[in-house]
């Protein structure tokens, strides 16, 4: 079983930054793609980003400008930087595994909280 540990969130003002991280139990090359999602109060989870094993990124249109997804794998751990937060961005952030053939695993989230 994949364990994924998120953290990083908090409290920050409009236009400041944060950068999330999510540890993986395993290393990062075993899946396909490491992604983010996140999911704002009473709404769906929604993808952000993704990391595929050859270092590929894609992003969501409306965030691709002020997000930016990494990997460290002799860490096995993911990154998203956040710039220039909006309280739109408030929400929970999780981290997952994916992969072509199966379930995501998913962490237990961070939460991010941006104040106007």
């Known amino acids: 079983q994949v364990q994924l540990v998120e953290s990083g969130g908090g409290l920050v003002q409009a236009g400041g930054s944060l950068r999330l991280s999510c540890v993986v139990s395993?290393?990062?090359?075993?899946?396909?793609?490491m992604r983010w999602y996140r999911q704002a109060p009473g709404e769906q989870r929604l993808f952000v980003a993704q990391?595929?094993?050859?270092?590929?990124?894609t992003y969501v249109d409306s965030l691709k400008d002020r997000f930016i997804i990494s990997r460290d794998t002799t860490k096995n751990t993911l990154y998203l930087q956040m710039n220039n937060l909006k309280p739109e961005d408030t929400g929970t952030y999780y981290c997952?595994?994916?992969?072509?053939?199966?379930?995501?695993?998913w962490g237990q989230g961070t939460r991010v909280t941006v104040s106007s």
């Open positions: 997952s595994t994916h992969r072509v053939a199966g379930l995501p695993d």
């Open positions: 395993r290393s990062i090359f075993d899946f396909d793609a």
């Open positions: 990391i595929t094993t050859a270092g590929t990124t």
